[in-house]
């Protein structure tokens, strides 16, 4: 069953002064379906972190639809956005996004006390979700006092915290150094085999070798797929790197 369908979705922007209308997506349409791990990869300006902000619902398209369990993201009002966001959707950015004046626990907490959740309520769902992801210890700390993996990982459990609908990633291994990098690929694979949909935005081909499926965006169109099947993450690795070559060199 699609989670996600995204229908010919548009992006056009103005410049402030000359006024030249520069197109970001062009009809872009593809769908996610429940459980789904996909990848987007595309060189930089291609529009993927432009996909990214409109399915994230902080941006509005200049046409088409996005389509979350049935609910159109673009019909819903700027009043109701936000609640919704916390709602359905989890973030993981590459920076972490934490509050330094918070400890891990109340960065973690944060998306329930806006939704007005009582602690008793948080600390439950937190006790469940800390050993899964290995930041019990940590729970008192500050951002400034663990590693970036450490962050990586709290910025995960914030995302998952609110059982949301789909977690979107943005080049969530691009801040990581190689072995943090292998740790939450981990734990991303762990997320996705417990049925949690994931739409991750990566330059990295490691990182998308793990994903159930990799869609490749160009000049604000999808250009090709790829899915992974049985393949190794070795094969999909070597399959995503000759679908990369073939992009850049201008290939069909």
Do not use: C, W
């Amino acid at each position: 069953m699609s989670l996600l369908q995204v229908n010919q979705l548009k992006k056009v922007y103005t410049t402030r002064f000359s006024k030249q209308q520069v197109e970001a997506l062009k009809s872009v349409s593809f769908e996610v379906e429940q459980g789904e791990y996909v990848a987007i990869m595309g060189e930089s300006g291609s529009g993927k972190t432009t996909l990214l902000n409109l399915l994230a619902a902080l941006d509005q398209p200049s046409g088409g639809q996005i389509l979350l369990d049935g609910t159109d993201l673009t019909k819903i009002t700027q009043r109701q956005i936000s609640a919704y966001r916390r709602a359905n959707l989890g973030f993981v950015f590459q920076d972490f996004n934490l509050l330094d004046t918070f400890n891990v626990a109340d960065n973690i907490y944060l998306p329930l006390v806006l939704a007005k959740q009582k602690h008793q309520v948080m600390a439950a769902k937190l006790d469940k979700l800390a050993p899964r992801l290995k930041i019990d210890g940590l729970l008192e700390k500050y951002p400034y006092e663990i590693s970036g993996g450490q962050k990586q990982r709290v910025a995960i459990a914030r995302a998952l915290i609110t059982e949301p609908k789909l977690i979107l990633a943005d080049e969530p291994t691009g801040a990581l150094d190689s072995k943090s990098t292998d740790s939450l690929l981990e734990i991303f694979e762990q997320i996705h085999q417990s049925g949690q949909t994931i739409l991750m935005v990566t330059h990295s081909i490691k990182a998308a070798s793990n994903a159930s499926r990799v869609l490749f965006i160009k000049d604000g169109q999808i250009f090709h797929q790829l899915y992974k099947g049985d393949m190794t993450n070795a094969k999909m690795y070597q399959k995503i790197s000759d679908t990369l070559t073939m992009l850049l060199s201008g290939g069909q």
